[in-house]
């Protein structure tokens, strides 16, 4: 077996870790008709698209547009994303995210954008602990502690997944409290 398939599986096991630890936050079971009827909606949305319309993720979009990731992420995919939050870049060390935003920086976070993609469409129910690589082709870690399902990048920092199953026409978003940073090339 190849390690792409091994690592798939990993990621498809670990999703069912994250579905059973994941709070009230899981969008996976709507709660009422009008909760099904948004998340009906925003699976016909592209994963650019519901990252376009959620304030929380204004941060990630001026930094997919910096990138030149757009595209990307509105095309076909399927991709699993764990988007980080406007309150995950604003922990970064002071003056991190402006440098990064910068264009003669635009590899480099390409570079940490796709170090938080995965391929496929990879639900929580489908998720357990292990290493997963990521689209740049690097890896990090899903673990599981006293309940709660959190992301392991290169330089040993932790992303909690505070929310799940955000359905996109083109993949799923998981939402994250942390920046992942991937290994230096």
């Known amino acids: 077996m190849s390690k792409r398939w091994i690592a798939v599986l990993a990621v498809a096991a670990s999703m ?17 008709p009008s909760e099904a009827a948004s998340q009906s909606a925003m ?7 519901i990252v376009a319309g959620n304030e929380d993720f204004s941060t990630l ?16 995919g399927p ?10 870049f604003a922990a970064l060390p002071a003056g991190t995210l402006d440098t990064l935003l910068k264009p003669a920086n635009k590899d480099a976070l390409a570079g940490i954008l796709t ?14 602990p292990g290493d997963v690589t990521t689209a740049n082709g690097a890896t990090f870690s899903i673990s599981v502690d006293g ?4 992301l392991t990048d290169s330089q040993g920092n932790k992303a909690q997944v505070t929310q799940t199953d955000i359905e996109a026409s083109n993949g ?10 991937p290994p230096q090339s």
């Open 115 to 128: 170090y938080h993609v995965v391929p496929g469409t990879i639900m929580a129910a489908d998720v357990m």
């Open 172 to 181: 799923v978003i998981h939402v994250i409290d942390a920046v992942l940073i």
């Open 43 to 49: 699976s016909d949305m592209t994963i650019t698209d």
């Open 147 to 150: 309940g709660n399902v959190y």
């Open 16 to 32: 069912t870790v994250l579905a059973a630890a994941c709070s009230s936050n899981d969008n996976a079971s709507p709660s009422s």
């Open 79 to 88: 991709y699993t994303v764990f988007a980080p939050t406007n309150e995950a």
């Open 61 to 76: 979009l001026a930094a997919v547009g910096a990138a030149d990731l757009g595209a990307t992420l509105s095309g076909a």
